[in-house]
C-alpha cells in the first residue's frame, strides 16, 4: 500500500514535468514566430523607402529633360526670330508704334522643322517695343496658351537658356523676369501678358550687354560689333569669294604671288614691281578719261606717244627718234646739233641767224643754200655763192636753135658764133612771159641752124 501510495505522487510529478516542457516548448514557439514578422516590417519598410527616393529622381529626371526640351525649343525659335527681325529691321521699325507682335507663320518663314508649341503646349510670338526716347527696338519671344508651368521649373528652364531666357511668374504676372533676375521687362510694353507659367526669351537683353563672340552673318542693329573681327582670321588657303567692296589698309602676298584683277596681274619682287597683261595699259579718271601719270623718270624700251596732250618734263631725253605729228611749239630755246628739215614754211618772228661760212664767187654749193660772207649774206645760185644784188649769173648757156628758159629775173644774150659762109640770120633773146621778179620767162631765138646763141640769165 505505502509502495502504491508511494507510486501515485511520483506518477503525478512525473506528468507535471511533461507538462511544463510542453508550455515551454509552446512558448518558444510563440516567441519565433514574433521574431520572423518583425524582420519582415524591416524590409518591407526600407523597400517603399528606396521606390519613393527613385520614384522622386525618376519624376525629377523627367522634368529635367521636359525643361531642357523647353529650353532647346525656345533657344532654337529665338535665334530665328532674331533672324528674322534682323532681315527686316526698318519694316518693324515702322511697324513698332509703339509695339508690334508677329505670329509664328511671320517670323518663322514658314518653317516645318521646327515644333510650333513646346513640351507644354505653349505656343510663340515674337513681340517688339519701341523706346521712347533712344527709339532703340527691343525684341522679346513670349509663350502663350498651353499649360502652366510651375514656378520651380519656369526658373530651369530659364537657367538653361543662359542670359535671354526669362519667365512670366505667376507671382508677378505682369512682368517678364529674366533668369537669376538677369533683366525686367514690363509686359504691358509688349502687347501685354500672356499670364503666369509662360516662359519669354529677351532679344534686348543680348543687343544690350551680351552679344555673342561669334560673328553675325547678318546686320544686328545698333551693335557693329556683331560683324567685326577683334584678331586676325586665317583663311588657311581657302578663298573670299563673290565679295562687293573690300577696303583694306594694305594688301600683302608672298613674293613670286600676284594680284590678279581681271585677266592682269600686279607683281613685285623685293625692289620692283610688275604689271603683266596682254594688251595695252591706261590710266583714266572715274570717268573713264585718260588721266595723269606722274613719274621721275620713264623709260621706255619702244616709242613713247603723246597722241593728244602735252608732254612736259624739266628734261627729255630721247635716245632715238622724236616724231610730233601735230604742231610742236617751244617755249625756250632749241638746239639742233644735225640738220633741221622743215616740209613746209618756216617762220621766223624776228631774224634768221647763219653762221654757216662761205667765200663768195666759190664753188660748189647746193642751190638755195643761205650762207655768211662774214660782212653779209651769200646765196648759192647756179652752184656759185652769190651776194645779194650782184651781177653774178644764175645760169649761163648756149642755144642752136629755138629755146625757152626759167624763170628768172633777167635773161641777156652774151654774143652768137656763125660758121657757116651765109652769115645772114636772127638771133635774140626775148621777154616772152613776165610773172614779176624772178618769175619771168625768155625765148632764144636762133634762126640760123648750126648756128650757137650764148645767153646767161640773173
Not at 610688275?274 to 573713264?288: D, E, P, T, Y
Not at 620713264?298 to 624739266?314: D, F, Q
Not at 612771159?433 to 636762133?446: E, L, M, Q, S
Request: proline letters at 3%; charged letters at 10%.
Amino acid at each position: 500500500m505505502n509502495r502504491a501510495q508511494g507510486g501515485v505522487p511520483g506518477i503525478a510529478r512525473q506528468r507535471r514535468v511533461i507538462r511544463q516542457a510542453r508550455r515551454g516548448a509552446a512558448n518558444d514557439a510563440v516567441r519565433q514566430s514574433g521574431v520572423i514578422s518583425l524582420e519582415a516590417v524591416v524590409v518591407m519598410g526600407v523597400l517603399l523607402f528606396a521606390m519613393a527616393i527613385v520614384g522622386t529622381w525618376i519624376k525629377a529626371n523627367a522634368d529635367e529633360k521636359d525643361n531642357q526640351n523647353a529650353a532647346d525649343n525656345l533657344n532654337t525659335v529665338f535665334q530665328q526670330a532674331l533672324t528674322w527681325f534682323n532681315q527686316n529691321y526698318t519694316t518693324v521699325q515702322a511697324a513698332a508704334n509703339p509695339s508690334v507682335t508677329y505670329p509664328w507663320a511671320t517670323f518663322m518663314n514658314g518653317t516645318t522643322t521646327v515644333s510650333q508649341t513646346n513640351v507644354y503646349g505653349q505656343q510663340y510670338s515674337l513681340r517688339v517695343f519701341k523706346e521712347p526716347t533712344s527709339g532703340q527696338l527691343d525684341v522679346m519671344v513670349v509663350t502663350t496658351g498651353g499649360s502652366v508651368i510651375k514656378e520651380g521649373d519656369l526658373r530651369s528652364i530659364a537657367r538653361i537658356l543662359g542670359g535671354a531666357g526669362g519667365y512670366v511668374s505667376s507671382l508677378t504676372p505682369a512682368n517678364a523676369t529674366g533668369a537669376m533676375g538677369g533683366w525686367n521687362a514690363v509686359m504691358t510694353n509688349f502687347g501685354g501678358s500672356p499670364g503666369g507659367g509662360h516662359l519669354a526669351a529677351a532679344g534686348f537683353f543680348q543687343s544690350a550687354s551680351a552679344v555673342s563672340n561669334y560673328l553675325s552673318r547678318v546686320v544686328v542693329p545698333g551693335n557693329p560689333q556683331a560683324n567685326q573681327m577683334e584678331t586676325a582670321i586665317d583663311m588657311n588657303a581657302n578663298n573670299l569669294n563673290n565679295a562687293s567692296t573690300v577696303s583694306a589698309q594694305k594688301i600683302v602676298t608672298p613674293t613670286g604671288n600676284s594680284v590678279q584683277v581681271g585677266n592682269s596681274f600686279y607683281a613685285a619682287d623685293t625692289a620692283n614691281s610688275f604689271i603683266r597683261q596682254n594688251g595695252s595699259l591706261s590710266v583714266q579718271n572715274l570717268a573713264g578719261a585718260p588721266a595723269d601719270v606722274n613719274a621721275r623718270e620713264v623709260i621706255a624700251a619702244g616709242n613713247l606717244w603723246a597722241s593728244n596732250g602735252t608732254v612736259t618734263a624739266a628734261f627729255m631725253h630721247s635716245t632715238g627718234s622724236l616724231q610730233v605729228d601735230g604742231g610742236a611749239q617751244v617755249n625756250g630755246s632749241m638746239t639742233v646739233n644735225g640738220t633741221l628739215t622743215a616740209g613746209s614754211t618756216l617762220t621766223a618772228n624776228q631774224f634768221v641767224q647763219v653762221n654757216g661760212f662761205a667765200v663768195q664767187g666759190s664753188r660748189p654749193c647746193n642751190n638755195g643754200s643761205i650762207g655768211n660772207s662774214g660782212s653779209g649774206p651769200l646765196f648759192c645760185q647756179s652752184g656759185v655763192w652769190t651776194a645779194l644784188g650782184s651781177m653774178q649769173p644764175r645760169v649761163s648757156g648756149i642755144a642752136t636753135g629755138d629755146a625757152v628758159v626759167g624763170p628768172y629775173n633777167w635773161c641777156f644774150m652774151q654774143g652768137i658764133e656763125n660758121n657757116q659762109s651765109d652769115g645772114f640770120g636772127l638771133w635774140g633773146v626775148f621777154l616772152q612771159t613776165d610773172g614779176g621778179p624772178d618769175n619771168r620767162t625768155f625765148a632764144v631765138h636762133n634762126s640760123k641752124a648750126g648756128a650757137q646763141v650764148w645767153y646767161a640769165c640773173f
